[in-house]
């Protein structure tokens, strides 16, 4: 459980760094909403159809 809220944390961090560097906030919005998709597929779906 430490290393996944570290992990978390550790995205979160990056995050923030990334908002200070992209001034356009439609961008960084859709990025946001991209990464989460891809966090969600990943978190739920990643290990595809276990039989």
């Given at each position: 459980?430490k290393?996944?809220?570290?992990?978390?944390?550790f995205?979160?961090?990056?995050?923030?760094?990334?908002?200070?560097?992209?001034d356009?906030?439609?961008?960084?919005?859709?990025?946001?909403?991209?990464?989460?998709f891809?966090?969600?597929?990943?978190?739920?779906?990643?290990?595809?159809?276990?039989?």
């Amino acid at each position: 459980m430490k290393r996944v809220l570290g992990f978390a944390m550790f995205c979160i961090a990056l995050g923030i760094l990334l908002m200070m560097l992209i001034d356009n906030e439609v961008a960084g919005f859709f990025l946001a909403v991209g990464l989460m998709f891809v966090g969600y597929q990943l978190f739920c779906c990643g290990g595809g159809k276990k039989k």
